[in-house]
Nanobody
């Protein structure tokens, strides 16, 4: 079982930035597909970004050029840098892993086996 803990969410004004972090209960995170998805109140989950086993990244069109996914293999940490935020980015953000039999691309909550408890991002 993999445990994930997100942090770094908060309230910012439009145009602002945040850096979300995810700590994994694994000795190594480099050989997995990792992703971030978000869910706004009353809406379905939306895949935001993914990073695969060799470090290749993919993004949803809605965040491309504004968000950056990365990881630090030495610390078992994954990150999501959010820039130029807009109110439409307001949501609970989750980090996730455990993609089986599927490509490593941004997916919603059902794309992954494991996810954290989420961190709230509010943009006004």
């Amino acid at each position: 079982h993999v445990q994930l803990v997100e942090s770094g969410g908060g309230s910012v004004q439009a145009g602002g930035s945040l850096r979300l972090s995810c700590v994994a209960s694994l000795s190594t995170i480099s050989r997995r597909c990792w992703g971030w998805f978000r869910q706004a109140p009353g809406k379905g989950s939306e895949g935001v970004a993914a990073i695969d086993e060799v470090g290749a990244t993919t993004y949803a069109d809605s965040v491309k050029g504004r968000f950056t996914i990365s990881r630090d293999n030495t610390k078992s940490n994954m990150y999501l840098q959010l820039s130029n935020l807009s109110p439409e980015d307001t949501a609970m953000y989750y980090c996730a892993t455990g993609v089986v039999g599927r490509p490593c691309i941004p997916g919603g909550s059902t794309w992954y086996t494991y996810r954290g408890q989420g961190t709230q991002v509010t943009v006004s």
